[in-house]
């Protein structure tokens, strides 16, 4: 079993910063990418960032240039550096690992979830 511990979430002003932590632990063998997903109300939940093995990122089109996801291989971490929070980044964020288990299975995992929330 594979467990995603996330954190760092909270309320923040507009215009202010808040960095997400994801730790994945257990029975892993590699990990081939971490990334992290939002969920607003009624929303369909979307991509925010991702990060693979070789260091490679993308973004969601509306986070470019103030978002940033960065990766500690040694501890199977990921963070999400969020700054000039704007009401509409508003949403539940889910960090997600695509992991080689040490079945040397495939698997896809999701933390439970950090609620972040901006607003005067």
């Known amino acids: 079993q594979v467990q995603l511990v996330e954190s760092g979430g909270g309320l923040v002003q507009p215009g202010g910063s808040l960095r997400l932590s994801c730790t994945a632990s257990?029975?892993?063998?590699?990990?081939?990418?971490m990334g992290w997903y939002r969920q607003a109300p009624g929303m369909q939940r979307e991509l925010v960032a991702k990060?693979?093995?070789?260091?490679?990122?993308n973004y969601v089109d509306s986070v470019k240039g103030r978002f940033s996801i960065s990766r500690d291989n040694a501890k199977n971490t990921v963070y999400l550096q969020m700054d000039s929070l704007k009401p509409e980044d508003t949403a539940v964020y889910y960090c997600?690992?695509?992991?080689?288990?040490?079945?040397?299975?495939?698997?896809?995992?999701w933390g439970q979830g950090t609620q972040v929330t901006v607003s005067s």
């Open positions: 997600n690992a695509d992991v080689k288990t040490t079945d040397l299975m495939r698997r896809n995992y």
């Open positions: 257990g029975s892993i063998s590699s990990v081939y990418a």
């Open positions: 990060i693979v093995s070789s260091g490679s990122t």
